[in-house]
């Protein structure tokens, strides 16, 4: 049995593991949306169902990986932190060869100014994708194991 | 291997397996964000390593010994533009804008009624006028530059008195007026300006309504020499 102090450490590894990678999704979404033509696929204009889908498969994951809803709901706060993080290195990426071609000051402000309903966007889709893949663990993982750990001493 | 071992103990429960998808797409999404940075980054790179290198002749033909334009004669611009691409994106350019000046030996003299209009410089050796002789921009078949590789395009433009009145009286008169006092009317200083807009051709073209950042991004905009106005 861990101890409270091992579990809430695990607990806040798993928030911060599950909000990085809801915010690896969320910071590709922002700087496809606003640069749609140095994105994968490379698009003359954005397209919104690869950005709900990209979001909606990540979250559903991230839920499917989580083990309650206050830890959903931080890991969905911390993924909107993040998603500016990664958006602004993505942003800022050509200086690693040395091209400054933005000033690195002005980045976060371009991407709030630009991507704002990106980030909207992707907030509310990891809080509705993260609550179903919740729900699904609840239905799906925690039900079966749960019958076949509790079935003896049901006897 | 333990460490085999220890992941395959771990796959036999769901919620664990869930892990190894989470990290499985972590591992999908790192991979998308660095060849959408590197991308990018290969975009910008071309901004700024792209090499224009343009020359230009000046032949009057149609003139007399002295080297005065006649009526039948005209002046020919001939641009060789040479674009060199060091980047690893396909590029090519399309469009061009141009301009001129001859210097106004006779405004600088005082003479009146000439009814131009000059820019006026100055600089170290003095204050100079300088009549905008050749002035247009234009649509150019593309001229692809490869990866690695170098575009070349060479463009003549010739001013005569069908095509230009006012601007090849001007020059007319201020060949008239060289010949007097310097003996060759055609021995007259330029100052060239050309512009080339130079597209990245492998991403797809951002659309009217996307924000400006993004369509200056695929369109390298490089000029060389003075833009006088």
């Known amino acids: 049995m861990a101890s409270p102090r091992s579990r809430n450490l695990r607990a806040v590894v798993r928030t911060v593991t599950l909000g990085a990678v809801l915010g690896l999704a969320g910071g590709y979404i922002v700087f496809y949306g606003i640069f749609p033509v140095a994105g994968i696929p490379a698009t003359s204009e954005a397209s919104v169902p690869l950005m709900i889908g990209l979001l909606g498969i990540t979250s559903i994951l991230t839920g499917l990986a989580t083990e309650n809803l206050v830890e959903l709901i931080f890991q969905s706060f911390l993924a909107l932190f993040l998603t500016g993080v990664v958006a602004s290195a993505m942003a800022l990426s050509p200086m690693l060869i040395g091209v400054v071609f933005i000033s690195p000051d002005s980045v976060p402000a371009f991407l709030i100014h630009y991507g704002f309903l990106l980030f909207v966007?992707?907030?509310?889709?990891?809080?509705?994708g993260g609550t179903t893949g919740l729900a699904m663990r609840e239905r799906y993982f925690l039900r079966s194991r749960r019958s076949v750990s509790f079935r003896p001493e049901r006897k | 291997m333990a460490w085999v071992r220890s992941l395959a103990a771990r796959w036999k429960?769901?919620?664990?397996?869930?892990?190894?998808?989470?990290?499985?797409?972590a591992i999908v999404l790192t991979a998308l964000l660095a060849a959408a940075s590197s991308s990018y980054s290969s975009v910008l790179y071309a901004h700024t390593v792209v090499e224009f290198t343009p020359s230009r002749t000046i032949a009057f033909?149609?003139?007399?010994?002295?080297?005065?334009?006649?009526?039948?004669g005209s002046v020919n611009l001939t641009m060789r533009l040479a674009i060199a691409n060091p980047?690893?994106?396909l590029l090519a350019f399309s469009s061009i804008a141009y301009k001129s000046w001859i210097?106004?030996?006779?405004?600088?003299?005082?003479?009146?009624?000439?009814?131009?209009?000059?820019?006026?410089?100055?600089?170290?050796?003095g204050v100079h006028q300088l009549f905008k002789a050749f002035?247009?921009?234009?649509?150019?078949?593309?001229?692809?530059?490869?990866a690695g590789g170098t575009g070349t395009a060479t463009l003549s433009f010739v001013l005569t008195l069908a095509s230009d009145v006012s601007r090849f009286r001007a020059v007319q008169n201020i060949t008239a007026y060289t010949a007097q006092v310097r003996g060759n009317g055609t021995a007259m200083p330029w100052i060239h300006w050309v512009e080339v807009l130079v597209e990245v051709r492998d991403l797809p073209a951002a659309g009217p309504s996307d924000n400006p950042f993004l369509s200056s991004l695929t369109r390298i905009v490089i000029d060389e020499g003075p833009n006088l106005g």
């Open chain 1, 121 to 128: 966007l992707a907030f509310v889709v990891d809080l509705i």
């Open chain 2, 135 to 146: 002035e247009r921009s234009l649509d150019v078949e593309p001229v692809r530059i490869a």
């Open chain 2, 61 to 72: 033909t149609g003139t007399t010994s002295a080297g005065v334009l006649r009526d039948d």
């Open chain 2, 87 to 89: 980047s690893s994106r």
């Open chain 2, 13 to 25: 429960y769901p919620e664990q397996r869930v892990w190894f998808v989470v990290v499985g797409w």
């Open chain 2, 103 to 125: 210097e106004d030996l006779p405004a600088e003299a005082g003479l009146p009624n000439l009814n131009r209009t000059d820019t006026v410089v100055v600089d170290e050796t």
